[in-house]
């Protein structure tokens, strides 16, 4: 299944607010579609399935891609849940996304697959690059590059930068300190149900 590339508003009708998705705010209440004014109870396996779209939707992610981070976090130590969320926080995309060098994660692709991100000084053009604690994100010595990131950083999407990344914003340099803490994930969700999902298929 390939990344999601149409309609943002429809997607956070159907699955509530998506911060890495887009800061659009729809008027509507109800879901999208024919029969989205019905009120249904949805089923054990429905309630999972929306939990599972709403981590691969705001973290902007292919199914195959988030099976291979659900293997990944059994492979750790910890909660699998837990691990799960903080080997996507720790993209590359999702930090400059936290740092507020831009407004959504989808943005903060496009900003390091068009090469304006530096990590450690070095160019990197995955946004899917697992940082580690005690590297910085910085921006590429480039006037148009610096000026876009500091338009992102004047209206950030989210209130506050996590406690796990500090920012510079004279030099436009952020470091990552550590590994971030649950309370901090910007996203409402019961991480449980994905791995729960996932018990048979991955």
Not at 88 to 94: A, F, K
Not at 101 to 129: D, E
Not at 148 to 176: C, M, Q, T, W
Not at 177 to 186: F, H, I, L, M, S
Request: aromatic share 6%; hydrophobic share 35%; proline share 4%.
């Amino acid at each position: 299944m390939s990344r999601y590339r149409g309609p943002r508003l429809r997607v956070t009708r159907r699955l509530g607010e998506l911060p890495g998705l887009t800061q659009k705010i729809t008027s509507k209440s109800y879901r999208p579609g024919q029969h989205g004014q019905q009120q249904r109870k949805p089923t054990e396996y429905a309630i999972r399935l929306e939990e599972k779209q709403k981590l691969r939707f705001n973290y902007g992610l292919k199914e195959s891609q988030l099976i291979s981070y659900v293997r990944q976090a059994r492979r750790m130590k910890g909660s699998t849940g837990q691990v799960l969320l903080q080997l996507l926080e720790m993209r590359l995309d999702s930090i400059v996304f936290r740092l507020g060098m831009a407004p959504t994660i989808p943005a903060a692709r496009q900003l390091i697959n068009h090469g304006h991100i530096k990590v450690n000084n070095t160019r990197v053009s995955i946004a899917s690059y697992g940082c580690q604690p005690g590297e910085t994100v910085s921006i590429v010595e480039k006037d148009g590059s610096k000026g876009l990131v500091k338009r992102y950083l004047e209206f950030p999407s989210l209130a506050n930068i996590p406690s796990h990344l500090n920012l510079d914003k004279e030099n436009l340099v952020g470091k990552i300190v550590g590994v971030v803490e649950r309370d901090w994930v910007a996203l409402k969700l019961n991480e449980l149900l994905v791995v729960e999902y996932y018990s048979r298929k991955a």
